[in-house]
């Protein structure tokens, strides 16, 4: 749940083990950390709205990734029947995520709020499949790809060419991080959505009403997937699987970071892109790279889990 | 009355089966063999949800097992029935050695867990070419008996009946008081005198080592492994909405499911080649959010208020 004190003490802490990580990677391996921020910022950016849905509604979303990919496929959409770029198409993307996240809550998520997690998950994995074989069946699985100019542009720096593109992954996730925490900080429903996450309750005696936080919540969270997706979509090949595999890439962050702290979101999602981009580096073992997220998701829950013995 | 007229149709049933193969073509053998091995599937992943531990993990392991016995078969020349009992024994031994950890995990991060667990099984299997054949697979030049398929047929017929079994003596022994109270509340469980973990570990050994043997017998059937198809999420997916349809927490919930999916997605696989797995997803969601305790659970309440109801009338 969102404890923002707790989080901002301890958050010092790891800013400064996060920054002389990131210096002595820059030290060791200065192309690994330029690839391991890129591609961290996109962990982050699309582990975000996994993170608040979790955090606020304590719904584990497994057809997170799926959404994505279907924001994929609109994107795409824009961009060849209408040839509106994606970074433009950005915005009617937030709004038809946002708006599925309306109708997906409305009709499905609200049902099981108190069913249980055994039903949430599994509801979620029943929408994930649905999602992907409706994909496979409108688009086939023939993989697709958006050309801009723009996407293939580097910089070669002494030796190394560095993609310039993919920045903008860094720069929408802080965007996006901190236009969060400005809405649950400083508005009024952000800050009864941060009274639900702490606890729902307490929030429903003191008159919230945690149905309509839920919904705002679930859909912001789908159009932030939206935003995700149309910042990709010119450097990400789209195929019916393509967003599949950050459900559970997300999911690592979420355990890394703890429950509502969605700044630890984009240091989690940096240190396992550096780590990943770090093993990818050594020649042989670049297969391996995904070993990472999984062995740092299994040691990450296993710790916290021994490190409270009654749960 | 009841009593003695049930074995009787069991053990009637269970004759049927097995002289099956006398009776029916090739194409419906084919299809009941790979309904009990989503039947086992099934099962045993309802034999682990019993205890109220959602695993996400039937893919990783029956993927194991399938590697494990076509390994040892083509690399150290083992018999195929023999590198069968293999995978199962050593899928069992990792999940006694994963066990120790993950059975610590309650709700949402054991899921996770047997999930991401599942993902490091194919991407350490996919990174060892010399040994499994990497991306590209792996093939073994004589399917098991030669492909007679009546003897495959008994096979897999086997394994489902040892499931069934396990899975009645679970629920019909004393086993079944631990794990319905662990799964109910386990604090009230401990202070019981329950020992969690022991009876945790138990049922996620023994449910892994069945999904190792379905791997293993699966792929020996077809004589072929390769990291996308035999770690692929319809070997998670299938049994779950097999389990769920029938009915989750029962025995015959799984059967009843796994006979109705079974035959209901061969037949669409007929009208829908591309895509037809839709289904399963629309029935997963519908399924749970109208019928959460499927076909058989929802049957058995209907007859047991019907008959309290009789005898309320009567009295």
């Known amino acids: 749940m969102l404890n923002l004190e707790k989080t901002n003490k301890s958050l010092k802490k790891t800013l400064i083990a996060f920054i002389i990580f990131l210096i002595v990677v820059g030290i060791w391996k200065p192309l690994a950390l330029v690839y391991g921020i890129q591609r961290g910022g996109l962990y982050s950016l699309i582990g975000l709205p996994l993170a608040l849905i979790l955090g606020i509604v304590g719904i584990l979303n497994l057809a997170h990734g799926d959404f994505l990919t279907l924001g994929l496929y609109i994107g795409y959409i824009f961009f060849n029947s209408w040839s509106i770029d994606p970074l433009i198409s950005m915005a009617p993307l937030f709004f038809i995520l946002f708006g599925l996240g309306m109708v997906i809550y409305s009709i499905l998520i609200r049902r099981v709020l108190k069913a249980g997690h055994l039903n949430q998950l599994l509801l979620t994995f029943g929408i994930s499949m649905i999602i992907i074989e409706l994909i496979k069946i409108i688009w086939t699985t023939r993989p697709r790809s958006v050309y801009t100019s723009y996407a293939s542009s580097s910089v070669t720096l002494g030796n190394m ?38 606890n729902p309750k307490g929030a429903e005696i003191v008159g919230i009403n945690t149905n309509v936080v839920y919904l705002v919540v679930f859909s912001i969270a789908f159009g932030i997937i939206g935003v995700a997706a149309s910042v990709m979509l010119p450097r990400t090949p789209v195929f019916p699987l393509s967003g599949n595999p950050y459900t559970l890439k997300s999911f690592a962050l979420v355990a890394m970071a703890g429950l509502g702290n969605l700044n630890g979101i984009l240091i989690g999602g940096i240190t396992l892109g550096v780590a990943e981009a770090i093993v990818q580096s050594i020649p042989g073992y670049e297969g391996w790279s995904d070993v990472v997220f999984f062995g740092i998701l299994i040691a990450v829950i296993l710790l916290n889990a021994y490190r409270r013995p009654e749960s | 009355m009841k009593k003695t007229i049930f074995p009787i149709i069991t053990i009637l049933a269970i004759v049927l089966l097995i002289f099956l193969p006398y009776f029916i073509g090739a194409y419906l053998l084919h299809v009941l063999m790979t309904i009990f091995i989503y039947m086992t599937l099934a099962l045993s992943w309802d034999m682990m949800l019993r205890t109220g531990q959602l695993s996400f993990g ?20 083992f018999n195929p029935l023999v590198s069968i009992l293999f995978a199962g024994f050593f899928v069992a031994l990792i999940a006694l050695g994963l066990g120790f950890a993950v059975l610590k995990l309650r709700d949402i991060y054991f899921s996770i867990t047997t999930l991401a667990i599942t993902m490091v099984f194919s991407v350490i299997i996919r990174n060892i070419p010399k040994l499994t054949g990497g991306a590209s697979g792996k093939v073994i030049p004589n399917v098991i ?8 047929y008994w096979l897999i017929l086997s394994l489902a009946l040892i499931t ?42 023994i449910s892994s080592a069945l999904q190792g043997i379905a791997g293993a017998i699966y792929t020996q059937q077809y004589g072929f492994v390769s990291p996308e198809t035999t770690f692929s999420l319809d070997f998670l997916l299938l049994p779950m909405a097999m389990a769920l349809v029938g009915g989750i927490y029962s025995t015959w919930g799984s ?3 796994a006979l109705v999916l079974g035959f209901a997605s061969e037949y669409l696989k007929l009208i829908m080649p591309y895509g037809h797995l839709i289904i399963y997803g629309i029935m997963i969601v519908l399924i749970i959010l109208f019928l959460p305790k499927g076909i058989y659970g929802t049957t058995k309440d209907k007859i047991i208020t019907h008959k309290i109801e009789k005898k309320s009338l009567s009295e």
């Open chain 2, 255 to 257: 059967v009843i499911g």
């Open chain 2, 164 to 205: 069934i079994l396990i899975s009645e003596m679970f629920n019909r022994t004393k086993i079944h008081f631990a794990i319905n109270s662990i799964r109910n509340d386990e604090i009230i469980a401990r202070s019981s005198g329950i020992n969690i973990f022991g009876y945790l570990l138990f049922v996620f050994i």
């Open chain 1, 161 to 198: 060419s560095i993609g310039m593109y993919e920045f903008i992954y860094p720069a929408m996730a802080i965007a996006v991080l901190v236009i969060l925490q400005l809405f649950l900080k400083k508005t009024r429903l952000g800050q009864a959505a941060s009274a639900v996450g702490q």
């Open chain 2, 58 to 77: 039937v893919a990783g392991f029956f993927g194991v097992g399938a590697y494990a016995s076509i390994i040892t078969c083509s690399r150290f020349g």
């Open chain 2, 145 to 152: 008996f030669n492909g007679d398929s009546a003897k495959t």
